[in-house]
């Protein structure tokens, strides 16, 4: 059974197509890149598989059943925007997350954050967006989920943040967990997928394994989506 799968899935805003006859099987212990530029559906898709939003017609599934409070528990999600109120603290979040989720390890979450030198009594408000964007990624790497869905985590921020917000995502997932990585940033993140997604005018246009599809096309997953998107 996959751990994800998305079947027939369609979803409209005021008679707007945003996505359109999705289909997509993701299976355990894979990284997989949802590629597209902005503004085709990424969001929307990543927001139906998290049950923020009801489709249309069509049907997500979780290890083989619609979203639920169960799916959640398994779930970590990232989103593209912090849901974070900025006046809080590092050590006010970690609570928070120990007692929203029972899957959330603290030790780990805590080495992590003093392998940054962080304080943890620092207010997000004092921090640069870099250093907020690796604290954020620190707590949600850090439950011990079955599905890792990271929106954007690479935008806005400097190089250097970058590869260290992918050698997170590498060394912190759980054994036979997934993760989604949602992404404009191709050339950023292609060393890590295992899968690719490409997404364009909220239709699937082109997935699969990404050494077949490098192969196939003699071309770098970078290279196919900027051909394909005319970057």
């Known amino acids: 059974m996959e751990l994800l799968e998305c079947k027939d899935l369609c979803k409209s805003f ?5 996505l359109d006859n999705v289909n997509i099987k993701i299976e355990r212990g ?9 503004g085709q559906g990424k969001t929307t898709l990543i927001k139906l598989i998290n049950d923020l939003l009801t489709p249309t017609s069509g049907e997500v599934l979780i290890n083989g059943k619609k979203p639920s409070i169960e799916s959640k528990k398994i779930i970590s999600y990232l989103p593209e925007r912090t849901y974070f109120d900025k006046s809080m603290k ?3 979040i970690i609570k ?17 954050l003093d392998d940054l030198e962080l304080d ?3 207010r997000l408000a004092k921090m640069s967006k870099g250093m907020q964007e690796k604290v954020e990624l620190i707590l949600v790497m850090s439950r011990e989920a079955d599905l890792y869905i990271l929106d954007e985590p690479l935008g806005g921020v400097d190089p ?3 590869d260290y917000i992918l050698d997170t995502i590498l060394s912190n997932f759980k054994d036979g967990a997934s993760v989604i990585i949602s992404t404009h940033l191709i050339a950023d993140i292609e060393r890590i997928l295992d899968e690719v997604i490409f997404i364009d005018k909220g239709k699937i246009i082109l997935t699969g394994d990404a ?10 997953i970078d290279e196919i989506f900027r051909r394909s998107f005319k970057c």
Not at 30 to 38: A, E, F, Q, T
């Open 14 to 18: 005021d008679n707007r197509v945003i």
């Open 30 to 38: 894979k990284i997989v890149g949802l590629l597209g530029k902005n």
């Open 90 to 92: 590092v050590s006010d």
């Open 96 to 112: 928070y997350f120990k007692e929203f989720y029972d899957n959330f390890n603290e030790e780990k979450a805590l080495k992590l």
């Open 120 to 122: 943890k009594n620092l």
């Open 160 to 162: 250097a943040t970058r």
């Open 211 to 220: 050494d077949t599809i490098r192969k196939k096309e003699k071309a770098s």
